[in-house]
């Protein structure tokens, strides 16, 4: 008896010890002391057999008499066949090969795809890198370098409201910027 039944169920089997018991056809000695135990144990063994002929009773009315006379017929066929030998389905390109009549190699199917891809992928470079070639190189370029000596910027302007903010190194991206006139009569 395990400890868990002897703790929590003062001594009594659980209905897990009573199945095991049951399908297992160890008779635990406590059932033989124990009437609670022999009494749930019977009434166990009547539910399981009234379930089994449940069971019964509805496999029968699915698997009729002529249901299962063709699943054995069909299973004895499948058994004389093992013993015949197996059938042997020719190709035709086993065929022109034993004959000889297609001289050379043949091509799969499946290179033919590839190959029509190659050519595809190969033909875009090209395109692109004929195309590359004859354009005539343009000249780069310049940028105006615009020298602009001005004095280090100082922490003062931080203290300035936003709004007025006039950084001395800024003037030149200041006047560099097309504005955008804003009117107030609106």
């Not at 095991?20 to 160890?26: F, S």
């Not at 069909?74 to 390109?93: G, H, N």
Request: charged share 25%.
């Amino acid at each position: 008896m395990r400890l868990i039944d002897v703790v929590l169920r003062q001594g009594h089997l659980s209905e897990q010890a009573l199945m095991e018991a049951l399908t297992g056809g160890d008779r635990p000695a406590h059932v033989d002391r124990c009437d609670l135990c022999a009494e749930r144990a019977v009434e166990m063994a009547r539910w399981m057999d009234a379930a089994r002929e449940d069971a019964r009773e509805a496999s029968d009315a699915v698997f009729t008499p002529d249901r299962l006379a063709a699943q054995q017929a069909q299973i004895l066929r499948r058994l004389e066949q093992v013993d015949s030998p197996a059938r042997v389905i020719s190709f035709p390109a086993a065929l022109r090969t034993e004959r000889g009549d297609a001289p050379g190699r043949r091509v799969a199917v499946s290179w033919v795809g590839v190959a029509a891809a190659a050519g595809i992928a190969i033909g875009i470079v090209g395109g692109q890198m004929s195309a590359r070639l004859m354009q005539t190189p343009q000249a780069p370029l310049s940028a105006q370098i615009i020298e602009t000596t001005s004095a280090p910027v100082d922490g003062r302007f931080l203290e300035q409201s936003y709004d007025q903010l006039n950084v001395a190194a800024l003037e030149a991206l200041d006047e560099a910027t097309p504005k955008l006139s804003v009117r107030a009569n609106r």
